[in-house]
């Protein structure tokens, strides 16, 4: 058996679509970059528009055949952004950073700027940005590859169990049940001597994902004396998976398709690495 393994990498784009928000965010203070698009479209009172490589529109014709209800959930979350579904929606709270933030920023502020040249942070501000705004605190872990890190975003901060936005999200929304081992030796124990492997793996998966604008006030967070928010789905986020998952899942029934596989058990998932 010959392996294969391969990674699919996205460039961040702006998709075209225009749909304007019912419940946009009150900006209270301006970013110190003028040219964010984001605070650009909320001082003119322009659309929003999500920050996602995703075109909902070639999506919509890939999804043909699928649930209806699904691929509804899909295109709307890809044109104006997927609700996070938390209930709790506290006045403004402030807490600080991990110690190993707090220790590492000047380490981490490129990372933490590569998310505000992408659009998917926006920032920096000198005064909380948004009105009834919630700072979780931001945390990181070293990955892999020497002097790259995980930025996580921890939204279960306070560990209370009532006041985080995590508190917010019921277990409908953060559970989820993916392809195990087993599954995947069950393939290959399935197929004949010779057959083909091979695992792809999207980059920066979560952060393909666009939030809301009525749910950014819930994603706030500090960093090196300066406020900013998230637009994405982000690592800290108990809904994430799920929502990744709803994604995942059609996409990887479109693979199988492509490839013309015989039947559903050559294909397993788990978040974003696919088998085949």
Known sequence: MVNITWSLETQVSTISHHLISEHQPQLLHQANSQSDPIILSMLS???WRPVTPVNPHHLKLLLDGYDPDKTDYLVNGFMRGFSICS???FACQANRNSR??????DILAPFVQAEVDAGRYVGPFDEIPLDRMYISPLGARPKKQPGSYRLIHDLSYPYDGVQSVNDGIDAASSSVQY??????I???????PGAYMCKS?????FRIIPIRQEDHHLLGFSFQGKFYFDTCLSMGCSASCRIFEEFSTPCFTHGRRFLHSRSESGVSTIISRYFL
């Not at 793996?201 to 998966?205: C, G, L, S």
């Open 45 to 47: 009172g322009q659309p």
């Open 87 to 89: 209930k709790n929606d």
């Open 100 to 105: 190993f933030v707090e220790d590492h920023a």
């Open 179 to 184: 392809y195990s081992v087993a599954d995947a």
């Open 186 to 192: 069950d393939i290959l124990l399935s197929l004949a």
């Open 201 to 205: 793996d999207i980059a920066k998966a």
